[in-house]
Structures are given as C-alpha cells and as structure tokens.
Nanobody, 124 residues
Framework: QVQLVESGGGLVQAGGSLRLSCAAS????????MGWFRQAPGKEREFAAA????????YYADSVKGRFTISRDNSKNTVYLQMNSLKPEDTAVYYC?????????????????WGQGTQVTVSS
C-alpha cells in the first residue's frame, strides 16, 4: 500500500504558475501509474493528468492540455504537476492518485490510492 501527500498549492493570480508535488511513502511509485485530479466546490472530482509507470506516456484533460505538465521522479518517489497560465476556473482541491492496473486512464474509479488534497485558488 502507498501513502500520498500533496503539497505546493496556494493562491495565485490568473496567468501565474504553481508546481504541485505528490510525495509517496510505503511503497515505490514505480509500481503505479499516477494521476492528478481536481474537485471544485459543488462539482464532481475530475481528471486533470496521468502518467505511466515509466513516465514515457502522459495523458491530459482537454481543459488543461498545453498548460499543465505531469512528471515523475521514481528515484524520489514523487510526482509533479506544473501548472502554467492558470485561470480562475482552475480553482479546486487537487488530488494525487495511484493506480495499480497496467493501463492508465482518466476514470476516478480506476485509482486505488488517494492523497488528502491541496487547495489551489486562482484569482482574477
């Protein structure tokens, strides 16, 4: 079992950048595909980005494509989400998640382990 802790959230103006980190413990993340999800107030949790075990393959929601970049450093047991050109609609709690299954994707139900989330607020 793996434990995940997100950090790096905060308040930023529109057009700014933030880098989120997800530190894992308990097991190496090389066993897992990893994803970032977000949940705005009153809305369902939605997919943002995912990365394969090796880091070779990535997948993004259309809403963040070209602005967000997911990466991982298996030697540091950490996954990152670089967020650029932030918009007020990016405001949400951001969650890191791990998926044990071979194929990675965008479905919330596919992910087995979740962090507690970090708040990102983008002001206009």
């Amino acid at each position: 079992q793996v434990q995940l802790v997100e950090s790096g959230g905060g308040l930023v103006q529109a057009g700014g950048s933030l880098r989120l980190s997800c530190a894992a413990s308990g097991r190496t993340i090389s066993f897992y595909n990893m994803g970032w999800f977000r949940q705005a107030p009153g809305k369902e949790r939605e997919f943002a980005a995912a990365i394969s075990r090796s880091g070779i393959s990535t997948y993004y929601a259309d809403s963040v494509k070209g602005r967000f970049t997911i990466s991982r450093d298996n030697s540091k047991n950490t996954v990152y989400l670089q967020m650029n050109s932030l918009k007020p609609e990016d405001t949400a709690v951001y969650y890191c998640a791990a998926d044990r299954k071979p194929a990675f994707g965008a479905a919330v139900v596919s992910y087995d382990y979740w962090g507690q989330g970090t708040q990102v607020t983008v002001s206009s």
